[in-house]
């Protein structure tokens, strides 16, 4: 993953689905946390109204073809 990835939460250990509720471009990495921490702008979903989300990598799963 890398800064302008598009990225969507993880859902247990299943694929995603064909629709993803939340959507959000990497803005930035955080590297003071042990770790793969990943600064998160979401366009769609529960935390659209926030301008970042810190979330760890294993948490997201980059969208290749949108």
């Known amino acids: ?4 990835d598009v990225v969507t939460w993880r859902t ?3 694929a995603p689905p064909a629709t993803h509720n ?3 471009i990497i803005v930035g990495k ?3 946390y042990k ?3 990943w600064w998160v702008c979401f ?3 529960c935390y659209a109204h926030r301008d970042r989300v810190l ?3 294993e ?3 980059k969208l290749e073809n949108i």
Do not use: R
């Open 1 to 4: 993953m890398k800064v302008g």
């Open 12 to 14: 247990a250990t299943e």
């Open 22 to 24: 939340e959507l959000g």
């Open 30 to 32: 955080h590297s003071s």
């Open 35 to 37: 770790g793969k921490f």
């Open 43 to 45: 366009m769609t979903g």
């Open 55 to 57: 979330c760890n990598q």
């Open 59 to 61: 948490h997201l799963i």
